[in-house]
Nanobody, 117 residues
Framework: QVQLVESGGGLVQPGGSLRLSCTASGSTVGINTMGWYRQAPGKQRELVARITNRGTTNYTNSVKGRFTVSIDNAKKTVYLQMNSLKPEDTAVYYC???????????WGQGTQVTVSS
């Protein structure tokens, strides 16, 4: 089992920045990818950004150039630096990780990000 604990959400004005963090604990051996999804009210959960333990990244088009995902493998922590935030970025952000060797994946509890003036 892997536990994921997120932090860093909150309320920010349009154009502002936030940094999300997510730390994995427990049976972390075998984690290949960590990343972030988000879910806005009435919408499906969507991938925001992900990073492998080798540093390969993927972003959804709407956040490219504004968000940066990074990982500290030693600390088993993934970060999401969000700049130039827009009201449409408002959502609950969920951290996730996968362990291909064990055919499983895990989710964090979610952290609310609200972009509003």
């Amino acid at each position: 089992q892997v536990q994921l604990v997120e932090s860093g959400g909150g309320l920010v004005q349009p154009g502002g920045s936030l940094r999300l963090s997510c730390t994995a604990s427990g049976s972390t051996v075998g984690i290949n990818t960590m990343g972030w999804y988000r879910q806005a009210p009435g919408k499906q959960r969507e991938l925001v950004a992900r990073i492998t333990n080798r540093g390969t990244t993927n972003y959804t088009n709407s956040v490219k150039g504004r968000f940066t995902v990074s990982i500290d493998n030693a600390k088993k922590t993934v970060y999401l630096q969000m700049n130039s935030l827009k009201p449409e970025d408002t959502a609950v952000y969920y951290c996730y990780c996968n362990r291909p060797l064990y055919y499983d994946g895990y989710w964090g509890q979610g952290t609310q990000v609200t972009v509003s003036s």
